[in-house]
């Protein structure tokens, strides 16, 4: 697995995998000096839709929220502030009320407001070149299609989908469209988990031979849509394990070919529609073992740790929008990093990619992926026994 | 589970599972302020045969270590030195010139010396109370058993021995024989270990929900007897992975009673014959799932971190003869002691018990119970799926 990522606003290209020193300094120092552009809202607030589509041309790819949800309003909108490459250019929501606070904040005039009936209509925006789709997951191969449909790239939250089965079609669509689909990843390109991807590609501390990770967090309000199987898919693991999947996978570059998992359900009436917690093994072709567990139901784990030959490393707090905290039984080696806008920089590398013509990675492929282990771990749990994770 | 142990030398019976403040505290004291016996060896030396069991006589139970490796050489034969209640008596071994040496080092005369075959005569040996059965696991059964026919109470090696069905053997044995059977469970009166148990027992972080343990290292020569079925019965996972095993029982309380297990060998040669790396997952009767790894085939696992409603504890570098390290979530919680030796306290409390006329734990109900858990890890391995754990 090799990630090509855009530099932000500097033109150059790198491999964000092999941990080019000069990236992580750039991109970090460039995420750095760029101020939050704090009174842009107010600004275009004053101006009609023209001035709208224009005020913010140029270089910057209009990007179309599709789902105003927490993730938008507290981390999208603000991240799409900080970036070069990128501006808010619409909205998309099922509820006008939401639509009408955006409008507001964010000066966005009603010819690029839409709801899910009247999403189509998208592909008449020439501001609009990227969906990016924030809906429940049950969701998000509509919205990928339909988007793809409109004539417009697509970038899609975590999980890619509710199975593997709509990945595909969801990579279909967008590549009969000619647009790019890329996966909201955003800790690809996290300087703390670059630094372990070249820590354990460039083997600093030898060979890896076993992996620990773990994501989970108590899932506070029993009505949301993520404890709904008919929205979410599944519950923990697809919502936070998945962190866990993607770090053994891009610590290891390899995909898991086997996989052993148990659940438990400690309060099944709140979790009676997904899973709470999920422990599981999975073993790589070069041997490697990952040991994953993933829960709604306790906070406490986040972490990934890696062991080679040599020694041990790996990150605390580590799939957070911030705050990733690294380590290493080496002394002379440390994993510290300033804090990025994790959403600032993956929309930005997005639209970087479109911008130079360059496929963006992680794409939907990369999606696609982590849902074949995401079934494959369904599927041991549900028939009890040890199961081969399916091939792209 | 429950594990009455009773003071060092103090004539105080405790529940060092409810973690009383006074037990740690005067077993730290007691074992900080006893001296080292390094004259012993020499002063002995000099002493004929009688004098030999007269000297260290009194409240002192004749020890008969069988097997002079690695663990007797370098702790347990300095550890009985250290001891109140306790003192080497005996030894047994099949190479004449460890008994030689060892009758130089520590003045043993020549009728308290047997090798395997004629162990048996120890019978007619009213100096030996205790037999501590040191020899590889698969002859733990035959010596546990010889050892009780000749009246001596047997204090064994973990693991207990190769099979679940052995353990019951020994168990009835010993049983019969009207002695007392103690299990090598050092860590059960580490007082880390002790702490943490408390913790879990006292919900100080609330209702446990998950526990990760892991204890493995890099197993060098090739030749070792570990490595060798017939003598070890297994690898890692019965070597080191039980300690593992343990921390999760102790600190839950519980029995699993569902494991789902997968094994790697990346060493298909020096691991022929015996588990190099598992990782497996145990769910318990609460609810409670724990994930657990063992190796041969590398270092740097040596832990477990318990995660509960209200925070997190562990233990660094957990399962080695000292030098544990304690770590928790709240900045009020201190897992900090002092170093014990972890092999004089469990041996003085087995002889105290005996003194007492009181039962010991760990027994062999608690090596057994062990078995059946390493049993269902291979069973699941084995056959590619869930398994139960049979019970007692």
Redesign the interface.
């Known amino acids: 697995m090799e990630v090509f990522a855009q530099g932000l606003g500097l033109g150059f290209t790198i491999r964000a995998l092999r941990g080019c020193p000069k990236f992580k300094k750039l991109s970090i120092h460039t995420m750095q000096r760029r101020p939050f552009l704090a009174g842009l809202g107010a600004t275009a607030a004053a101006l009609g839709s023209s001035a709208w589509a224009k005020q913010e041309s140029g270089r910057k790819l209009g990007w179309a929220l599709v789902g105003l949800g927490s993730l938008s309003k507290n981390q999208l909108a603000p991240a799409l502030a900080k970036t070069t490459h990128s501006r808010l250019a619409a909205i998309v929501t099922g509820t006008p009320a939401k639509a009408a606070e955006w409008q507001k904040q964010y000066g966005i005039p009603d010819s690029h407001v839409y709801n899910y009936e009247n999403f189509d209509r998208i592909v008449d925006n020439p501001d609009v070149d990227v969906v990016y789709v924030v809906l429940p997951n049950s969701m998000h191969e509509e919205f990928t299609i339909r988007a793809a449909k409109a004539g417009k790239h697509v970038f899609c939250e975590k999980p890619m989908a509710n199975t593997a089965e709509e990945c595909r079609r969801m990579i279909e669509a967008v590549k009969s469209a000619g647009k790019q689909l890329g996966i909201g990843y955003r800790c690809q390109f996290e300087p703390h988990h670059v630094e372990c991807m070249r820590l354990a590609r460039e083997k600093v501390f030898g060979e890896l ?2 992996i ?1 990770a ?1 994501f989970g967090f ?1 899932a506070g309000d029993p009505a949301q849509w993520r404890l709904r199987k008919s929205l979410a898919g599944g519950g923990a693991l697809m919502d936070v394990g998945i962190y866990a999947i993607q770090a053994c996978r891009y610590l290891t570059g390899e995909e898991p070919v ?1 996989i ?3 659940e ?3 309060d099944p009436v709140k979790f009676a529609e997904v899973d709470e ?7 790589f072709p ?6 994953l ?1 993933t ?1 709604y ?2 906070n ?2 986040n972490f990934f740790t890696a ?3 040599g ?2 490393f790996g990150l605390e707090a580590a799939y957070g929008y911030g705050g990733q905290k690294g380590w290493s ?1 080496q002394p002379g080696v440390k994993i510290e990093f300033p804090a990025t806008d994790h959403f600032a920089v993956e929309m930005d590398l997005f639209s970087r990619a479109i911008l130079d013509g360059k496929p963006f990675a992680p794409a939907g492929e990369e999606g696609l992926k982590d849902l074949l282990v995401i079934e494959a771990i369904y599927r ?1 749990i549900r028939e ?3 199961v081969a994770v399916e091939t792209v």
Chains 1, 2 share one sequence.
């Open positions: 031979k076993f620990e773990g108590q086997e052993v998992a148990q438990t359900k400690t917690t999920i422990s599981c093994s999975m073993k070069s041997g490697l073992l990952a040991s567990m829960t139901a306790f406490g784990s062991i080679g030959q020694g041990r039984s041991s009890g026994k040890a």
